[in-house]
């Protein structure tokens, strides 16, 4: 099994990519084991950045979150799978106008780059039968929305078939909501419209695409075996950890568990999997 690799391995990395949501917290419920680590490598003198393949809440607001828990880190430290988008887009279509189904998060990172939003543009676009022949787009980019509306699905689709491209943020089926439970997520949105229109996005930003994490090694001056990405999700985050090449730890905090990792495919195992972070103090990791 994995986990009884030599930690000695992880001394010498630089950088750390911790995912978020079932790693520092569940529904907003600290993860202790999480948090202490990440404090514990800061005092080590380790970059810690933190990507999430969220796209609801915009980067400024996860700093602030995460200071709350007592995590002190730059805003340039932070990447969500909307910002992710917002920053490859910018390169591809600048200026471009997009219709967005995503929450304010998304919106926020795209007008950051300089994005024109049609649904601010128009705000009573969705409730229009038909599209007026004077608007279009040329992107819709759909991330986790919890009040996307059958009126928001149909305008996109009908944006789509005008001619604007299809993006999204992340392909997660599943969001890990309060009491255990799980609330569809940005794949099922996805879903929805690849459904009704037979086309899928052109292309999805988030874990488990490497993209976003090779961006954040080139951003941070980091070669792949410097790095370590940390997730509790094998098919986003272990998947794209080891699909850009860098070593992968997976924790039982969150989503996926031990009975997870023994049907998972081996392009989904990590290098290390731990019940929780508190193993690298067990196993005196952070002991010089
Ligand atoms: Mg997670």
């Known amino acids: 099994m994995p986990e009884f690799k030599d930690l000695s391995l992880l001394k010498n990395k630089t950088l750390f990519i911790f995912d978020m949501d079932g790693i520092l917290w569940n529904s907003m419920e600290p993860i202790p084991s999480g948090i202490s680590a990440v404090q514990k490598l800061h005092k080590l003198g380790k970059q810690v950045v933190f990507l999430t393949n969220n796209s609801s809440k915009s980067r400024e ?48 990172e795209l007008k950051l780059e300089g994005f024109k939003i049609l649904n601010e543009e128009f705000p009573d676009l969705e409730n229009k039968e038909s599209i007026p022949i004077n608007i279009r787009a040329d992107l819709i980019v759909v991330g986790w929305d919890r009040k996307v509306t059958y009126n928001k699905f149909r305008t996109a689709m009908s944006l789509i078939k005008n001619g604007a491209k299809f993006y999204a943020t992340n392909d997660d089926a599943s969001f890990p909501a309060p009491n255990n439970q799980l609330w569809p997520g940005t794949g099922a949105i996805i879903a929805f419209l690849s459904t009704a229109l037979n086309k899928k996005p052109e292309n999805i930003f988030g874990k488990p695409n490497p993209d976003g994490i090779l961006s ?50 081996q392009e989904q195992h990590p290098t290390y999997f731990f019940t929780n972070l508190d193993e690298l103090i067990k196993r005196n990791f952070f002991r010089n």
Do not use: H, M, W
């Not at 880190?73 to 917002?86: M, N, P, Q, V, W």
């Not at 887009?89 to 919106?107: D, N, R």
């Open 216 to 265: 954040i090694l080139r951003i941070n001056k980091t070669l792949q075996d410097e790095a370590v990405l940390i997730g509790d999700r094998l098919n986003t985050d272990i998947l794209g950890g080891n699909r850009a090449g860098i070593t992968t730890i997976a924790v039982e905090t969150g989503i996926n568990n031990r009975q997870d990792l023994l049907k998972a495919p």
């Open 61 to 108: 607001s996860y700093k602030e979150i995460l200071s709350q828990l007592g995590i002190s880190c730059e805003i340039k430290d932070i990447f969500t799978s909307g910002y992710l988008t917002a920053k490859i887009l910018s390169c591809l279509y600048p200026s471009a106008k997009i219709f967005v189904i995503g929450e304010e998060g998304l919106i926020t």
